[in-house]
């Protein structure tokens, strides 16, 4: 008797869960059915309008020699719904920049900017620069080239440029300018951009000792004259958004923006210059 009453319990157990999974089949059918409502609504309309078009074409052919512009007319007009519906829900394509006009003069400004090679250089390249960039540390060589190409002919002007997402790149831009009050801006610039913009302390005091700068009186003024460095990299990126700077490194070629890149690029667009300046 209780084997058998056993047996009764598990067929009701197993016949519960049997119930159990038929509705849960039926629940998700049931959403299922749902989330498709709007997509069978827009088919349906899609077909209606795809047998309209059908009787025309037929009605048209059964009209013979009769004047078929019109139902063209009509089916054309059809088919622009249709695709209207169908770009309706499109995601909008992004817009693309202006194309920049290489041939404008900008008014790029020295100010208090730091300038490499000779101050009084009849040609000036500008630098939008991010120290913690690696781009601009990749073509700070180039750099390098032009100014031993053109030693008494070109200078480098570097303005601040700091993107957002190099964290480095604010401090890096500071620690150079508090180098600068010891003439040693463009070691400085080297040493961060070899580096990676890496402003740790260990770094900075391996920065101050190969430069042979007075380490104590660096990191007084970073720390004094935060105020007026912050003041001129907000300025440098106001400047460069005035001139449209899109990224880093952006460079000028008296007040030109240029896509030179390596040394006889540069060398392309600098010699006619000189020569013109003869």
């Known amino acids: 008797m209780e084997q058998k009453n056993n047996l009764i319990v ?3 157990v197993v016949l519960i869960g049997v119930i159990s999974g038929v509705g849960f089949l039926i629940g998700i059918g049931n959403a299922v059915g749902v989330a498709l409502n709007p997509l069978n609504t827009r088919l349906a309309a899609i077909e209606s309008e795809q047998r309209n078009i059908e009787n025309k074409l037929n009605a048209q052919g059964n009209e013979g020699n009769g004047n078929a512009a ?4 009509d089916i054309q007009k059809e088919l622009d719904q249709i695709k209207d519906k169908i770009n309706t829900n499109a995601a909008p394509q992004p817009q693309q920049p202006p194309s920049e006009d290489m041939n404008k003069v900008y008014d790029i400004p020295i100010g208090v900017s730091s300038i490499l090679g000779n101050k009084n250089a009849s040609v000036t390249i500008t630098e939008f620069s991010d120290f913690q960039c690696p781009f601009c540390g990749r073509f700070y060589s180039v750099i390098k080239d032009v100014l031993a190409a ?3 002919q070109v200078r480098v002007v570097i303005k601040n440029f700091p993107l957002s997402f190099h964290p480095n790149s604010r401090p890096a831009a500071k620690l150079a300018m508090a180098a600068n009050e010891q003439g040693k801006f463009q070691g400085m610039m080297e040493a961060l951009l ?4 890496d402003v740790s302390d260990a770094k900075v005091k391996e920065y101050a000792k190969n430069l042979g700068l007075n380490y104590d009186k660096l990191m007084a003024d970073y720390k ?3 105020a007026q460095w912050e003041k001129q990299i907000q300025d440098d990126m106001q400047l460069g958004g005035n001139v449209d700077v899109r990224g880093t490194p952006t460079f000028f070629l008296n007040g030109k923006k240029t896509n030179s890149r390596d040394i006889s690029s540069f060398k392309a667009q600098i010699d006619p210059i000189l020569a013109g300046n003869k």
């Open 10 to 12: 598990i067929l009701l």
């Open 70 to 73: 019109a139902p063209l007319a």
């Open 150 to 152: 053109y030693p008494s």
């Open 194 to 197: 070899t580096n990676g913009g």
């Open 224 to 226: 004094n004259k935060d």
